[in-house]
């Protein structure tokens, strides 16, 4: 077991928004998370990673309890995150963008390059963009920056919000195909990703849960 969610319940602005979803995510599976717009995906992957206020219920790290830990405290603990709406800095090159969750952990340098090296052989596209300012990537090259960002801390869990979402076939497919490449190298790590197809992931996906009006249900899956 890796990371616990139980009976997690949210509020935003005095709406209930989870109610009392529970999973576990389990290292080396991918766990796929589906559900409509407003279904509660993005909030459940921002709870777990203390950016909204919890009401109730507990997410525990391999037994350790991760409520009563700030936001800035979790990607230490080997969680990366990739956002929906990516939040690159544009001034910052492509580089920068990803080396920086290192930098902010003062990751030594000579285990930044070895990781950076590492997101480069996984995902080709990134090193071809490496000097391009963050602004400037189209909004599927920035979902792949988004992705080797989080790479640089993930050790333990990767939070994918739905990465497909606005990409085009071809850039959706080599999404794909990187993530097939990271669940075969990476086999260490939990993952969990939102979408709200089960086709675009089922190539992957050890598990699919669906979530509707904050409420999960689901199930085991095989992986193709």
Known sequence: ???????????IEGVQVLRGISFTLESGKTTVLIGRNGAGKTTTLRA????????????????D???????????PLGIGYAPEDRRLIAEFSVRENILLPALALNMAPAERKRRLDETYA?????ETLDARPG?????????????????????RVLL???PFQGLAPALALDYARA??????????????????????LSSVADE??????GMVSGGTVEAI
Do not use: C, H, W
């Not at 077991?1 to 509020?11: A, C, G, T, Y």
């Not at 602004?135 to 050790?155: F, I, N, P, W």
């Not at 699919?208 to 009006?213: G, S």
């Open 160 to 162: 994918l919000d739905e």
């Open 208 to 213: 699919t849960l669906t979530i509707e009006r």
């Open 65 to 75: 309890a991760l409520l009563d830990k700030p936001a800035f405290a979790r990607a």
């Open 179 to 200: 993530l097939k490449r990271l669940k075969a190298e990476k086999r260490d790590i939990a993952y969990m990703i939102t979408e709200s197809s089960p086709d675009l």
């Open 1 to 11: 077991m890796m990371l616990k969610v139980d009976n997690l319940e949210v509020e």
């Open 135 to 155: 602004g400037s990537v189209s909004g599927g090259q920035g979902k792949m920056v988004a992705l080797g960002r989080a790479l640089m801390v993930a050790d």
């Open 122 to 126: 996984l995902i080709p596209q990134l």
């Open 48 to 63: 777990i990673m203390g950016l909204l206020p919890v009401v109730s219920g507990t997410v525990s790290l391999a037994g």
